[in-house]
C-alpha cells in the first residue's frame, strides 16, 4: 500500500541541518500489489507503525503523485520431463570432485574457482557443468598454477588458494610441468562503486566482468551482493552497496545487465535475504516483521529480480524467522517466483547443509532452493532417501532440475 498523506522531502548534507523543501501528496490510499500471507510470520506480532504529517507551507512545492497497480506476473514453472527422475537428482547439488576442498573449490578446470553444476549428466546426455567464480570487486582465482606436462592434470590448492593471492596456502613446486597465470582487474569494492550513483557506470563495471568471465571461460559470477548496511561491524558490508534498498537494488539491476549482455555470462545476486552479520551467519535467526522484510530487506532484490532478469540467485545462512533462508518456501517460491516472477535457479551458499544445525538437504529441493553448494554425498542421501519416502514429490524435483537446465542451455 502506498497510504494517503503528505510525503516531506528534506535536503541537506546531515539530518542535523537538513530542511523541509518540498513534499510530495498521496491523495487517496492506492494498492500497490496483492501478496500472500508468509508462514513463517503467522506467530510474530506486526510492528505497529505511525506516520507523521507534514503541514503545508507555502515556502515549499508541493507535487501531488498518483500511484498505479504493479501489473501482476504470471509465472510458469518449467517442468522437465525428458529424463528418468532420479537422474536429475545429482543436478541438484554441485560438482563431486575428489579433489574438491571443504570450501568448494570443485573447480579444478579453471584453478580457484569457488564451484560447477554437476558432470553426472555428461557421459551419458552431453549435459555440461557450469563454472562458478567468486569475487566481490573482480573474479577471484589462483593467480598462477601448474599443469603436468603427461597427464595434462593441474596442480590446484582449492579456493582457499585464490584468496589474498594464495598467501593463505603455500604452492609446492612440481617437476615437468608448464606454470600458467590467470591475471584479474581488481575493481573498487561494492560500496565504493556505489557512492558514485551512476547506473551508466555500473553497467560498464558489468561489461568488465563478463569480458573477464570469458576470458577465463566462467559462466556464473557469485555476485553482485547487496545486502542491506544494517549494522558497520558485518564483515561483509564492503562487497555490499548500500543501506538504501532503492539504491542497492537500481545498481544490481545496471551490473546485472551489464554481464548478461554476453550470452554466456550471467550473474547470481547474493545473499537473499537479510544476512546482515557474518558473526554466527549460519546459526543467526533474524526475527523480522512482513512489513520491514518487504519494504527494507527484500526490496533491493525485487528490484534488481524485475529490472534485470539475473540466471540466479544466491540464498543466505541465516534462518529468517526460524525457517533457513535456503529452506524457506516463503522466499524461494512464494515471493521470489510466485510474487516477482524469478525465472532463474535458486542455490544455496557454500556447504549450507554440512552443520548439524544448518538446512536440510531436501528441505531446499522442496523450498525451491534448486541447487545445494558446493555439494557432498550426503545431499545426494539425504535426497534420495527423502523421495522414496514421499517427502519431496517427483514434480518438485523436476522443477528445480528444468530450471537448472533451462540455465544450462542459456549459458553455453
Not at 278 to 294: C, T
Request: aromatic fraction near 8%.
Amino acid at each position: 500500500m502506498i497510504e494517503e498523506g503528505n510525503y516531506g522531502i528534506w535536503i541537506g548534507n546531515c539530518l542535523d541541518t537538513a530542511k523541509l523543501s518540498a513534499q510530495i501528496k498521496i491523495e487517496s490510499d492506492v494498492e500497490l500489489e496483492e501478496t500472500e500471507k508468509l508462514e513463517f510470520q503467522s506467530d510474530l506480532i506486526e510492528n505497529q507503525y505511525k506516520r507523521q504529517m507534514v503541514q503545508e507551507d507555502k515556502q515549499f512545492s508541493t507535487c501531488i503523485f498518483v500511484p498505479k497497480k504493479e501489473k501482476s506476473i504470471a509465472y510458469r514453472d518449467v517442468l522437465e520431463e525428458k529424463y528418468e527422475v532420479e537422474e536429475l537428482i545429482p543436478l541438484l547439488y554441485g560438482n563431486i570432485s575428489e579433489t574438491t576442498s571443504t570450501l568448494g573449490a570443485a573447480g579444478i578446470k579453471v584453478p580457484g574457482t569457488a564451484g560447477e553444476t554437476t558432470e553426472a549428466l555428461f557421459d551419458k546426455y552431453k549435459i555440461p557443468s557450469l563454472i562458478m567464480a567468486d569475487g566481490p570487486a573482480g573474479i577471484r582465482l589462483q593467480q598462477c598454477y601448474e599443469v603436468d606436462r603427461k597427464t595434462d592434470t593441474v596442480y590446484g590448492i582449492g579456493v582457499l588458494g585464490a584468496l589474498e593471492n594464495g598467501f593463505l596456502v603455500k604452492q609446492e613446486k612440481h617437476e615437468n610441468t608448464d606454470t600458467y597465470y590467470q591475471f584479474c582487474t581488481a575493481f573498487p569494492v561494492g560500496t565504493v562503486l556505489a557512492q558514485a550513483w551512476n547506473v551508466e557506470l555500473m553497467e560498464e563495471f558489468g561489461k568488465k566482468i563478463a569480458d573477464e568471465m570469458e576470458e577465463f571461460h566462467i559462466q556464473l559470477w557469485l555476485a553482485p551482493g547487496l545486502n542491506i548496511h544494517r549494522n558497520p561491524l558485518c564483515g561483509r558490508n564492503f562487497e555490499y552497496y548500500s543501506e538504501d534498498p532503492i539504491l542497492a537494488g537500481t545498481l544490481t539491476a545496471a551490473v546485472t545487465k551489464g554481464v548478461q549482455s554476453k550470452k554466456s555470462c550471467g550473474v547470481t545476486i547474493k545473499h537473499f535475504a537479510c544476512n546482515n552479520q557474518e558473526d554466527n551467519r549460519m546459526g543467526v535467526d533474524v526475527h523480522i516483521s512482513e512489513r520491514a522484510l518487504r519494504e527494507i530487506y527484500l526490496r533491493g532484490f525485487e528490484i534488481a529480480v524485475k529490472n534485470s532478469n539475473p540466471v540466479a540467485m544466491m540464498s543466505s545462512y541465516n534462518l529468517v524467522n526460524g525457517v533457513h533462508a535456503a529452506n524457506s518456501k516463503d522466499l524461494c517460491t512464494k515471493i521470489a517466483r510466485e510474487e516477482w516472477g524469478v525465472e532463474g535457479v535458486i542455490m544455496s551458499d557454500w556447504n549450507t547443509t554440512v552443520p548439524e544445525d544448518g538446512s536440510i538437504p531436501w528441505k531446499c529441493v522442496a523450498a525451491g532452493n534448486d541447487i545445494i553448494m558446493p555439494g557432498n554425498m550426503d545431499d545426494d542421501k539425504n535426497i534420495r532417501e527423502a523421495y522414496h519416502l514421499g517427502k519431496i514429490s517427483e514434480e518438485e524435483i523436476r522443477k528445480s532440475a528444468g530450471r537448472i537446465l533451462k540455465m544450462i542451455e542459456k549459458l553455453v
